[in-house]
């Protein structure tokens, strides 16, 4: 008699806010919780604040570009502050850009970390900096095809970086220099690293 009302699935709504509270569950759980009845599918599509943060690194083996397209819809990519896809080696960096512009405007992404999609490349970077101007931490580790232009394109737009990570990359030394140190402002001197 506690509970505030009844769900589709015969679920109580107060089940639903108890579950929610809890607001950091990993793109799978999201899935799993969606299919608990049409009621929770639906609040869950409408709750902005369970899109906050999105982890698929528990599942990378799993996560493909058909995967990654389907669970971030338009809404759910608008609302995101950090998206983890480390390690989902299968996707392509076509799917990664196509999913960060479905929104149509710049998003507020402060944190996301791309290390180990193999798929990355500097048209990723590019894109992502072009996309999420208030990202303020970027993970890059294990990424071959990414160079110094794509790093620098980053650190151009996304003023408010202060943490980049690129370790087991193929950037330079100056630009691995200035990472490691934390002081990658210093590549937008005139003269150092790459052109524009």
């Not at 996560?63 to 299968?90: F, H, K, P, Q």
């Amino acid at each position: 008699s506690g509970w505030g009302g009844v769900t589709g699935g015969g679920l109580p709504l107060d089940a639903w806010v108890c579950v929610t509270r809890a607001s950091h569950f990993s793109a799978a759980e999201l899935g799993m919780l969606s299919r608990v009845c049409r009621v929770w599918r639906e609040v869950l599509a409408e709750s902005v604040d369970l899109w906050l943060y999105v982890d698929f690194a528990p599942y990378q083996h799993k996560v493909s570009d058909e995967v990654l397209e389907r669970v971030l819809t338009a809404g759910r990519v608008s609302s995101l502050r950090t998206l983890d896809l480390s390690n989902c080696i299968y996707l392509s960096g076509t799917a990664v850009s196509n999913v960060l512009s479905r929104s149509g405007c710049r998003l507020e992404l402060g944190s996301i970390d791309l290390s180990r999609c193999f798929g990355v490349d500097d048209d990723v970077l590019m894109r992502v900096a072009e996309l999420c101007p208030h990202l303020t931490c970027l993970l890059l580790n294990n990424l071959p095809s990414i160079s110094d232009k794509g790093v620098l394109g980053i650190v151009r737009r996304a003023q408010q970086l202060k943490m980049i990570e690129a370790n087991d990359t193929p950037l330079s030394d100056p630009f691995r220099d200035a990472i490691e140190y934390g002081d990658f402002r210093v590549l937008l001197l005139d003269g150092y690293g790459v052109p524009p």
